[in-house]
């Protein structure tokens, strides 16, 4: 059985990958150019893969793969359907990135809501000399208490950022989706909730019916002032239509961990956005506190583990049932 991980680097090197029990060869790479998938899973049996792509072409190509074992919850970067037509199982991790991810979005709604960036600029600029006074006021600060925070996605992460949000003291509302069923008072139409939130956090996957979940359209229908906060992807919002909205004034602010071209390209509508006071951009390091990738990493090996033994794993997401040659 050889095992083949193919973007290691997306782990920092300080995470512990154990071996699964049964005889195996382990590969990895740090990291792998689309041209090199197909030559580095020749013969393998399991894939270990974060970001790297694998579509119907690379597929139909490794006859040997059985199994394709995601270092992340997402599964846009894999073609599901053509797995599926192989008889190729996919599991991917769940849960690990709590509390990392709530943590990390409310880190972005504060650091927006006191305008800590428009503070460091105007610090760096000497204002805090030239007023001669103990302090200034050159920015607004909003308390978050008693504003309502609409959650996009009722998931572990949106379900764990609402309980965080409570004990701060804000409103939490989600919004409905096609799956709920008897309606709930703490669930909103999409459009009702972007009219009546002061901040809302984007926690749903990356599908063709959620790609430009927040266009133009969903970006004027919000609350002028109102706060923008994605760690979900990158893909869920216009991004074009954000920097408009940014520069317009319409929204108060906006703080992103993942863009739709990643790493992005200096002129990519998100890195314009830099310049502005009211924007923050982190490079998709929401999920990568030290606990979380250690959980990840865990999680992966247990999926493995748990496939080898013809058992389907409890967090896979994704998965054709069929036991292991």
């Not at 599901?80 to 709590?98: E, F, H, P």
Request: with cysteine.
């Amino acid at each position: 059985m050889q095992i083949v991980f193919l973007d290691r680097d997306t782990l920092a090197p300080s995470v512990r990958l154990a071996r699964p029990a049964r005889p195996h060869t382990w590969i990895e790479y740090p990291s792998t150019a689309p041209h090199q998938v197909v030559e580095r899973l020749s013969g393998a049996t399991i894939a270990i893969v974060n970001k790297v792509r694998l579509g119907e072409r690379e597929l139909a190509e490794l006859p040997s793969l059985r199994l394709i074992a995601l270092a992340a919850t997402g599964a846009d970067n894999l073609d599901l359907d053509a797995c599926r037509s192989r008889g190729i199982t996919v599991c991917n991790v769940r849960g690990y990135a709590s509390p990392s991810v709530p943590e990390h979005a409310l880190a972005l709604m504060l650091a927006l809501a006191r305008n800590l960036k428009g503070w460091q600029r105007s610090l760096a600029q000497g204002r805090w000399q030239e007023s001669g006074r103990f302090c200034f006021f050159d920015h607004g600060i909003m308390d978050l208490a008693g504003r309502r925070l609409g959650i996009i996605g009722r998931g572990t992460i949106g379900r764990d950022l609402g309980r965080r949000a409570e004990a701060l003291g804000l409103e939490v509302r989600y919004a409905e989706s096609l799956t709920d069923g008897e309606p709930a008072p703490d669930r909103l139409p999409l459009f009702a909730l972007l009219a009546t939130s002061d901040i809302i956090s984007l926690h749903c996957p990356l599908t063709p019916q959620t790609r430009h979940l927040i266009g133009a359209a969903e970006l004027a229908a919000m609350k002028p002032g109102a706060l923008l906060i994605n760690v979900g992807r990158g893909g869920l919002v216009d991004e074009s239509a954000l920097l408009d909205a940014l520069r317009s004034g319409h929204l108060g602010g906006a703080g992103f961990d993942v863009a739709s071209q990643e790493p992005p390209p200096a002129d990519h509508p998100l890195m314009q956005a830099l310049a502005l006071p009211n924007f923050l951009l982190t490079p998709h390091v929401a999920w990568a506190s030290e606990g979380s990738m250690q959980r990840l990493a865990d999680q992966v090996i247990e999926n493995i583990d748990g496939f080898i033994a013809g058992r389907p794993p409890a967090t896979a997401g994704v998965r054709h049932k069929k036991r292991p040659p």
